[in-house]
């Protein structure tokens, strides 16, 4: 990528979309574009394809979603996922139709051991069944 190339990435605020920016900026890429959920909702398929038509990223890294925890995720399981596979696929393809160079899609789960001490030492991961939800 160029430093002044339009990278946008969405999910800015959250763990692994703000590592991603503070990198950026570190690697002195100058052109970062980054929206809160108040200014665009990824799940609004027509306020995406107007911000892709407005602001024509060249990149974009995909680290939005909806979290909650485990609590959250067990009890409003459905909700999660289609929320999720929504803002997903209108960012995706949204990136497609007006012609971004690259996107990087970014997906998490539960990954740690179901039984793990907490918090969680390094020798306890991979080490057992890995929490359902």
Known sequence: MQQDAKIYVAGHR????SAIVRELKRQGYNNIIIRTHAELDLLNQQAV???????RPEYVFLAAAKVG???ANSSALADFMYEN??????????AWQ????KLEFLGSS??????????????????????KN
């Open 110 to 131: 539960c990954i740690y051991p179901r039984m793990a001490p907490q918090p969680i030492p390094e020798n306890c991961l991979l080490t057992s069944g890995l929490e």
């Open 85 to 94: 596979m929504m803002l997903e696929m209108n960012a995706i393809h949204a």
């Open 69 to 71: 925890g485990i609590e």
């Open 98 to 101: 007006y012609g971004c160079r």
């Open 14 to 17: 959250g763990m692994v979309g």
């Open 49 to 55: 394809n107007d911000f892709f038509t407005t602001e």
